[in-house]
């Protein structure tokens, strides 16, 4: 079986996100970017799926411009076969990425599809539940541990929901999502770096793939959430109490 | 000051620490045992019982010319400075009291907080006049046993001094007030584009006044150099309450005898720094982060001599630890994880890059690596991949003080030694102690400085007798220094000969007693007690 993993090239975690004066997006330029830990967890799972035996390629899959190739690049040297690039300038929106995914599933046939629940830039946690509707394979999202089956061909998948845990129990092939508890992704060692570097990295246009990228959606303005104001220190439990009465009205 | 608190205690990784401290009045320093325990509403729950002996230092003696606080100068100080910022309160003088390693503590019964450097000039020429000894503090981080009283000195902080004065961009020339904490300057010019030239462990808590007056080192040394070169100017407040202004922002300034410098590393002991102007680096877009194994400490050195070569220009850091130092880190620390797992290799080594190419740095680092892995310098290695990565790979080398601490007593060395023979230090002390304390060895290896650190579940006369004074004897007899970065202290005031001559050390005498004639600033640190006198 193989699996394909979707990695997103996002900034970084850790970076401070400032806002484009012209309010038409947020500043990319100079900003470090990584891949999306949501990404990273699913590419380890894959990895750990492989490793277990129970697949035999994971092919790694990022959509944008020509820079997602780095990004690409760290998941070879943790570990993917090899890797698909689809070459898209301009906004992506996650019904677009569904279709692109769709058109790759034809052709790579996986029998695993897996993703990160979201990315942590636009957040839209949307792209895994979409292509499992294109595709018309079932889903387990926000998975945070699964178990396959080789034999029956099942995957189960357990989810984190209010309140406890949901299992899952799917046929193969599936779209699976990843949770944040999902695994502990590793780190890239310098021989797989090495090793990363003769993997080949294939390219694909939308057009070559027969999708049309377009979107239903227009981005009027992205502005900075607004700042929190200073607390103030009260001198005394009375005046707290006065304060969350006359001023806050909240007893 | 609260925030100064919070801050610090986030330091000590949250322990709710309750010390209690039962030592006779007479020899304050010397003989007292601490219960530190931990919540036990975390994860673990676990109690040391660390008894502590003093160190280094023979009995010190109180200088009687010294005059004892009394009620009307408490009164006085109020006027100065509001009733707030003197502080009486026992539970915040514990904790002021108390040096970071729990090593030392004095018993002082006064804290001011001057919000001004008039403040700060009003309080010094009151002491000075009444002969009431001070000790200046910053975030109280030192290591070396400078920041406490040792007996019943005032103790000065600056902390509410935490503006940034100005700052330009197109120099990058910093100014601000001693009191700011290294972090938030660090954030302030991260939002300007640009950096700090230091970088350490401390620096959620330490105070850039507390940073110059340490002259401290820490991570980037390698790269900016030290803040003997950083450091454009400097005001500082005298004993006398005289302030001397020499807060340049000039990069070139030849005019007369730079005295900016005594106050760069003087600990406290010449006058108190109220503001600092500092030469900022810009901020470069492309980090990288390597970890790696070596086989043995030859490795390490020809690495490093590689590293120079190779990477000269891209170069940020080279750290190194060895495998006792890991298994510390991985041991005390939460939420660390062996990044090369699962064999454990004998040496650790942090390789940094800054640069401002993100490809081309990333494609030099990593052909510099391969080779020297090709070569057998490295015997493995992994390099960050994104920011949270490289953060928990110095989180294990910034760790390891931090894991000490949780590990029990240390006995800790800060020694600038010839890299070539730097690691036969540790290994030599590891055979004269056998079985009965471990011994760790990391550090800046990029500045030739190892932190030799001796760990044991408690303070012990007879391991420190098989310590020193052979430490310092085998530094000073390769040609080395008992302080590279921490200072000397109380730990180590009296152990200043092994690196400097007496002819140097009796200039340092002559030039203390000139700037503060009573000796009322930071007494009985830095220099020796048999040298400074009092009449
Ligand atoms: C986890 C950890 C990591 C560390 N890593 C490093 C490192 O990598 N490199 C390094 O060099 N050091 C390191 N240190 C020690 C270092 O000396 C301090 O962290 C720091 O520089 C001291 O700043 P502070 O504000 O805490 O000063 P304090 O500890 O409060 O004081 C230190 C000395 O400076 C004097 N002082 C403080 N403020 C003033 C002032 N405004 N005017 C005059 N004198 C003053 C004090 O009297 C005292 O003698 C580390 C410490 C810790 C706890």
Known sequence: ?251 | MQKWRATRRLLLNSYSSKSRFDHPRSNPISDHSTTISRSSSGFESWTSRIHYRHFATAMIQRNPLFSTLNSDDINYFKGILGEKNVIEDEDTLLFANTDWMRKYKGSSKLLLQPRTTQEVSEVLKYCNSRRLAVVPQGGNTGVVGGSVPVFDEVIINVGSMKQVISFDKVSGVLVCEAGCILENLVSFLDNQGFIMPLDLGAKGSCQIGGNVSTNAGGLRLVRYGSLHGTVLGIEAVLANGDVLDMLGTLRKDNTGYDLKHLFIGSEGSLGIVTKVSILTPPKLSSVNLAFLACKDYSSCQKLLFEAKRRLGEILSAFEFLDNESLNLALNHLEGVRNPLPPAMHNFYVLIETTGSDETYDKEKLEAFLLRSMEGGLISDGVIAQDINQASSFWRIREGVPEALMKAGAVYKYDLSLPVETMYNLVAEMRTKLGNSAKVIGFGHLGDGNLHLNISTPQYDDAILAQIEPFVYEWTSKHRGSISAEHGLGLMKANMIFYSKSRETVQLMASIKKLMDPNGILNPYKVLPHSIVSYS
């Not at chain 1, 695993?112 to 949307?126: E, S, V």
């Not at chain 1, 793939?209 to 607004?226: F, G, M």
Request: proline residues 5%.
């Open chain 1, 1 to 251: 079986m193989k699996i394909m993993v979707a990695v997103k090239r996002v900034i970084d975690y850790a970076v401070k996100i400032r806002v484009k004066p012209d309010k038409t997006g947020v500043e990319t330029q100079n900003v470090k970017m990584s891949m999306n830990p949501f990404c990273e967890i699913a590419l380890e799972e894959a990895l750990r799926i492989k490793e277990a035996g129970m697949a035999s390629e994971v092919v790694a899959v990022s959509m944008g411009p020509a820079q997602c190739v780095d990004t690409l690049r760290t998941g070879l040297a943790m570990g993917a076969d090899r890797a698909i690039h689809v070459d898209a300038t301009g906004p992506l929106y996650p019904l677009s990425v569904a279709k692109l995914f769709k058109a790759l599933v034809e052709l790579e046939k996986p029998g695993l599809l897996i993703l990160g629940k979201q990315a942590i830039d636009d957040d839209c946690n949307q792209t895994g539940q979409m292509v499992a509707g294109l595709l018309g394979w079932p889903q387990g999202t926000f998975a945070s541990k699964v178990v396959l089956d080789k034999e029956k061909q099942l995957a189960t998948v357990d989810r984190e929901v209010d309140g406890g845990l949901e299992t899952l129990c799917m046929d193969l092939p599936a779209v699976i999502t990843t949770d944040l508890r999902l695994n502990q992704p590793r780190y890239a060692t310098l021989p797989n770096i090495m090793k990363a570097k003769s993997k080949v990295i294939k390219k694909y246009t939308p057009q070559e793939l027969n999708v049309e990228i377009k979107s239903d959606l227009e981005v009027l303005q992205v502005t900075e959430p607004p700042k929190r104001k200073a607390g103030v220190i009260v001198s005394s439990v009375d005046e707290l109490i006065d304060k969350l009465k006359n001023e806050a009205h909240v007893i």
